[in-house]
């Protein structure tokens, strides 16, 4: 299966930890986004690469966060000092350039409790 | 400020029958539209999309309609299937790279 990959599923911190993920997106998009969800809403936007260049950051993406792509493949996102209203679910999806929006796709999803 | 609203929160339906989810945007600079269904702890699953410059999109089961003059599109689901089962969000994009606006979901129920 060549889809999107994140890692880890299921996160448990406490508050004030800091917290990595990774998100491999499928081998010929170039282009990744990072979105939170929490319950009872639809995802919402946080950040967007393309290749290695971050082009976009939503107002939502604190200074606590921060997001890489280093080598224009697998992308990181960090959550410094965690606080409670961090607990959400962190998707990642991809697509290719040419395709533009019509298909972007989702991985699993890594969902983060803060306690 | 909802930008894409789904207004059903929920949407019962008999197996075989039509599933009709129903979506509203503000936004007249949005150009793309999208369709995702999401089951309990797994990410978005891609359903079927279409562009501004279109009114209907078919994929087997699965027709999305797009009425811009009422900032209005719809997905329809025939016949609706048991594993059809799920949240259901649509998703708008005013960009080209594909920068999403979600709405809140539909959970769809379908009755064997």
């Known amino acids: 299966d060549t889809g999107v990959s994140q890692d880890p599923r299921h996160k448990i911190t406490k508050r004030g930890q800091n917290v990595t993920f990774r998100c491999d997106p499928i081998?010929?998009?170039?282009?990744l986004y990072w979105y939170r969800q929490t319950l009872g809403q639809g995802p919402e936007f946080l950040t967007y690469?393309?290749?290695?260049?971050?082009?976009?950051k939503s107002r939502l993406l604190s200074d606590r966060f921060s997001a890489e792509r280093p080598k224009g493949s697998f992308s990181t996102l960090e959550i410094q000092r965690t606080e409670q209203g961090d607990s959400a679910m962190y998707l990642c999806?991809?697509?290719?350039?040419?395709?533009?929006?019509?298909?972007?796709?989702f991985g699993q999803g890594t969902r983060l409790t803060v306690v | 400020d909802q930008q894409v609203k789904q207004n059903s929160p929920s949407l019962s339906v008999q197996e075989g029958r039509i599933s009709i989810l129903n979506c509203d945007y503000t936004n007249s600079m949005f150009d793309y539209f999208l369709w995702y269904k999401k089951y309990p702890a797994e990410g978005p699953t891609f359903l079927i999309s279409?562009?501004?410059?279109?009114d209907k999109n078919e994929d087997g089961r699965f027709t999305v309609f797009l009425n811009k003059s009422a900032k209005h599109l719809s997905l329809h689901i025939v016949p609706s299937q048991p594993g059809d089962s799920a949240v259901y969000f649509c998703a708008a994009s005013a960009t080209s790279y594909g920068k999403l606006t979600f709405g809140q979901g539909t959970i769809l129920t379908v009755h064997p």
């Open positions: 999806a991809s697509s290719l350039a040419a395709s533009g929006a019509l298909s972007a796709f």
């Open positions: 690469f393309q290749n290695e260049a971050q082009l976009e």
């Open positions: 081998s010929e998009h170039n282009r």
């Open positions: 279409i562009s501004s410059i279109k």
